[in-house]
């Protein structure tokens, strides 16, 4: 290993986690007193300015996603589970945005729930609907179980590679949005940008920074929670995990035909911007994991069975 | 009655806890935010929500601040072992939300499917019918 080889050393070593109290700024000011929260948008930013001393200069970036229950009663109501069930996989489909507001408790699952099988002819047309809500309540009860250890691989990776193998920081060409890649830039930018991503954008994302980068997941995952609205660590890293292969049979990958078939018009899928995701999968399969055994020649339709796990 | 720690994970003025005590506070720690690593706009999701349920709101340090109230606290259930920490070292009572469904002791969660058998048939019903 070089001396400034950033990869773990000692893959039995728990990767660095969130809570890291050495490196927390200066203590901010403790006002016993009560203080009033402004409620206009831009009062209120300057006001998580003063309150959180942590910020950089340069994170300026809010979303269109407003807190609170009044704006996620109007979410609410719109929910359409039938259509749900038929189009969640595709970038452009009719997915909910419920997920910042499930994830701090705005909106209990058992609300979302009831409002769905509430607005269907017949409880089964909720049941796709009902089961994506259903893997938020998996992953908290792993995370009751797990604690800090959410951080910490599974199982080992099944990509034929050590997990001291991946890097164990997080490039900078991808935190900025700058890969190359013309589509994993346009995600990365919205996740930026917006603070929420379509699921099926947030596996492309993942599995490009597992397996094209060889970067450790849990640097993927601390990004995802530095910007995702609705980001906790039970769904987040558990479903990076996932992709990883190291709380799942095999490694999520996907090649351009893929992106290009649940992608819409704004998203930039052509060939030439994007020639590091082209190929067939078991050419994709022997360039990502030469270590594993070539996959069989399988005939491989872009299939939504490997997409189970929405973020409404 | 006691008083309702309002945490990250229960931002709801309809949450079960709301009704076990008769004042509500939030605790706006810039600290625990940092060691989240949240950006701008993660915090200006909290604080829109914070604002909106209209809960007194005190900054600095959780425990520093709720251990100074000097009442008993209550808190909704959370899975967070940061706020776990904080309720186990307060002695905080604990409150659950809503159910979602009910599972068998013994379930196995090894996979979501397996889960999902034993899940299905409460998380398909309505709360009214629980």
Known sequence: ?312 | MAIVWVHIDALDSDHPVMRRGDRAVFVWDAEDMERRGWSLKRCLFVHECVAEMGVEVIAGRTEEVLGGLGEPIVAAETPDPALKAIIKALDIETVPGKPFTALPPGTDMGRFFRYWNQAKRSAMTHSFNQ
Not at chain 1, 275 to 291: Q, T
Request: with cysteine; hydrophobic share 35%.
């Open chain 1, 1 to 312: 290993m070089l001396p400034n080889d950033t990869r773990r050393p000692n893959k039995k070593q728990p990767r660095a986690c969130p809570p890291r109290k050495h490196c927390v700024s200066a203590p901010a000011p403790i006002h016993n007193d009560p203080i009033t929260l402004e409620t206009s948008r831009d009062a209120a930013v300057a006001q998580v300015r003063a309150l959180c001393p942590h910020l950089a200069d340069d994170d300026t970036d809010v979303s269109p996603i407003r807190g609170g229950q009044v704006s996620a009663r109007d979410y609410l109501l719109a929910i359409d589970p039938v259509q749900y069930s038929r189009s969640r996989n595709h970038l452009d489909g009719a997915v909910t945005r419920l997920s910042p507001f499930i994830r701090h408790g705005v909106l209990s699952l058992a609300d979302v729930r009831d409002e769905a099988l509430s607005t269907v002819p017949a409880i089964k047309h909720a049941e796709k609907f009902v089961q994506q809500l259903a893997w938020r309540d998996y992953w908290q009860r792993h995370y009751a179980r797990l604690g800090e250890r959410i951080w910490e691989d599974i199982e080992p990776y099944k990509t034929g590679f050590e997990a001291s193998d991946y890097a164990a920081n997080f490039p900078t060409d991808i935190a900025r949005a700058e890969t190359g890649v013309a589509a994993i830039d346009h995600f990365l930018r919205q996740l930026i940008e917006t603070g929420w991503l379509h699921n099926h954008a947030r596996l492309y994302v993942a599995g490009y920074v597992c397996h094209w980068r060889k970067v450790a997941w849990q640097e993927g995952a601390r990004f995802f929670l530095k910007h995702l609205l609705d980001g906790d660590p039970a769904s987040n890293n558990l479903s990076w995990q996932w992709c990883a292969s190291t709380f799942s049979h095999k490694p999520y990958f996907f090649n351009l035909e893929n992106l290009q078939s649940f992608c819409g018009p704004d998203v930039d899928t052509n060939y030439k911007n994007n020639k590091a995701l082209a190929g067939s999968y078991e050419d994709l399969h022997a360039r990502l994991f030469p270590n594993l055994p070539p996959q069989e020649r399988q005939e491989r339709k872009p299939s939504t069975k490997r997409h189970k796990r929405a973020h409404h």
